[in-house]
């Protein structure tokens, strides 16, 4: 899928146990590009020779940063990510019994606009890869499928594997250009890109109707509280717990993870409830060039529960 190179940086990371972290990005600084482990935790990333400074981040992980030469043969590399350990400094407490939680995301909704424009124009290059496993399938809805001309089976897991050159002009112009690809995926169209929920980013106020909690109005939908923070080099990372004040389909729950003082995005782990089963998202951001922190690494998986149908994407 890769252009061939002779050389790069291949292996796997792990966490302290020597079990394979699954997905774990991996951010290159000097050429502000990256790549993600697969589900074993093994990665291969072709590099031109030369210096390079590596970051291997995942969520729940301590970030671990290498500096390196890429020779002219590859590198192997076993990495092993620490877990996250999280403080709750006493200069935290308010005198008032406000959760801190509020004014860090009173101070990071109010640069949410700010943020989602930051850039002006970018151009990068995405992989994105995705797999589907069909644990169940009612016969009645199989026998419709065969008469649709899709061959589905329980048991069988399809792949969906990409590479895509992306061009994004302010405030909300994409083009795309696939380089290459390959799919398993029945029934797969052009009109279900996962590009349009790479695109969509967590600083809009809505993404398909859901309420997101950087929205102006978040303070309507969601409670929020803090539980601690980490440092990650310079900067001092905030951990928010984003709680719905009622169940709905159009809200998310799970965790925002805040940079201080810029107070924009470090990463994201939010789930939402679906009619037709939970979709979870998670994001991870990186500071690509001048506290300018953009995302890096999309994860995204859906367990789907409806009419009888048991699926895993």
Not at 31 to 59: D, H, M, Q, V, W
Not at 237 to 262: A, C, F, H, M
Not at 271 to 287: D, E, K, W
Request: net charge negative; glycine share 6%; with cysteine.
């Amino acid at each position: 899928m890769f252009p061939a190179q002779s050389q790069g940086i291949r292996g796997e990371i792990r966490d302290l146990n020597g079990e394979p972290v699954p997905y774990a990005a991996i951010f290159i600084k000097e050429l502000t590009r990256g790549t993600t482990c697969n589900a074993l935790g093994k990665f291969s990333l072709p590099l031109p020779e030369g210096s390079y400074t590596i970051f291997f981040r995942s969520l729940g992980y301590t970030e671990v940063t290498r500096t390196l030469e890429v020779g002219p043969e590859y590198t192997d590399l076993v990495i092993e990510l620490p877990p996250q350990t999280y403080m709750i400094p006493e200069v935290r407490v308010s005198a008032s019994g406000e959760d801190p939680a509020y004014w860090i995301m009173r101070k990071t909704i109010g640069l949410a606009n700010y943020h989602l424009h930051e850039v002006l124009k970018y151009e990068a290059e995405i992989y994105i890869k995705g797999s589907a496993l069909l644990e169940k399938l009612p016969r009645v809805i199989a026998r419709r499928i065969q008469v649709e001309n899709v061959k589905v089976e329980e048991g069988e897991v399809y792949m969906l594997e990409s590479l895509n050159e992306v061009t994004y002009t302010a405030p909300n112009k994409y083009e795309m250009r696939v380089i290459a690809s390959q799919n398993t995926l029945p029934g797969y169209t052009e009109s279900v890109n996962p590009m349009d929920y790479v695109n969509a980013s967590l600083y809009q106020q809505q993404v398909e109707g859901i309420i997101l909690p950087l929205a102006r109005n978040a303070f309507s939908y969601y409670r929020f509280s803090f539980d601690g923070t980490f440092l990650e080099g310079p900067y001092i990372i905030n951990k928010i717990k984003v709680t719905p004040k009622r169940k709905s389909q159009q809200l998310v729950e799970g965790y925002l993870y805040v940079v201080e003082d810029l107070w924009c995005l470090h990463s994201a782990d939010l789930r939402v409830n679906t009619i037709a089963g939970t979709i979870s998202m998670q994001q991870l951001f990186a500071n690509v060039i001048m506290d300018a922190w953009l995302p890096v690494n999309h994860k995204i998986g859906v367990d789907v529960d409806i009419a009888g149908v048991l699926a895993n994407v």
